[in-house]
């Protein structure tokens, strides 16, 4: 009962930033619980998909601009023709800049938000759009500690806006999305998510993800989860 809880069989998803990092991370958390793993990412996967295969999982890769809607329309009727059914979205892809705000451009900060918010806006609608409101869905933001509370060692305040706009979608989106059978919910890890940051897809994301995405999560929607080993409380 209690494993079953967690099964993902016959579910896809759409992780977006999943070719490297803490997206790819996920994405292996997902499909270790059954899913099927569509990888969309403007860059190649870091790993090659074969020895994935080899281990029995089921996943493609598509090229994705996540802040063109054509693109995303695109793959994800794609996902849908080769699968059946989008799921699960994961809206993982962001990019983040360090620099004081006296000395931020607007060039960096709508960099920023073009990809951070206005991405993961574009691809949370697109898929939204193709759920099957019978088999209900999961979407999951990814937000960030810096999002709640500031970082001393870092100069990142229009990435932390970016990700701040992310989590004031959540509650709005779940409400919307409820009558669909669609749950939202976002993921705040205590490190930013960016390959800058060595060693960050080893950190514990893939628990709360695979939660957020099978029936154990059926009853969390409009909510932020802090994962972040206590950095917040103490």
């Known amino acids: 009962m209690s494993s079953s809880l967690f099964d993902l069989t016959n ?10 990092g803490l997206g790819f991370a996920m994405s292996k958390a997902l499909a270790a ?20 295969r080899a281990e029995g999982v089921d996943v493609d890769y598509w090229k ?14 794609e ?20 620099s004081p705000f006296l000395e931020t451009s607007i060039e960096t900060f709508e960099f920023q938000h073009k990809i951070n918010t206005l991405g993961s806006y574009l691809t949370a ?8 409101s019978t088999r209900g869905g999961s979407i999951i933001f990814i937000a960030t500690l810096t999002s709640h509370q500031a970082a001393p060692a870092q100069r990142i305040s229009a990435y932390a806006a970016s ?3 992310i989590r004031s979608l959540v509650p709005h989106l779940a409400m ?3 009558p ?7 993921i705040s890890p205590g490190y930013m998510m960016t390959d800058m940051v060595k060693g960050l897809e080893k950190k514990s994301v893939g628990g709360p993800v695979v939660f957020l995405a099978s029936g154990a999560g059926g009853y969390v929607t409009g909510q932020d989860i802090l994962v972040d080993g206590g950095v917040s409380k103490w």
């Open 64 to 77: 994705v601009d996540v802040t063109s809607k054509e693109d995303l329309e695109k793959a994800v009727d």
């Open 125 to 132: 609608q697109v898929a939204a759009s193709r759920m099957d």
């Open 176 to 178: 919307e999305l409820a």
């Open 11 to 20: 579910k896809t998803a759409i992780i977006t930033g999943g070719a490297r």
């Open 180 to 186: 669909l059978n669609i749950r939202v919910n976002s």
């Open 79 to 98: 996902v849908k023709a080769k699968w059946g059914t989008v799921d699960i979205v994961v809206c993982a892809a962001g990019v983040a800049r360090d």
């Open 33 to 52: 619980h059954g899913a099927k793993i569509a990888l969309f990412d403007i860059l190649s996967p870091v790993s090659d998909l074969s020895a994935l």
């Open 163 to 165: 990700k701040g706009a």
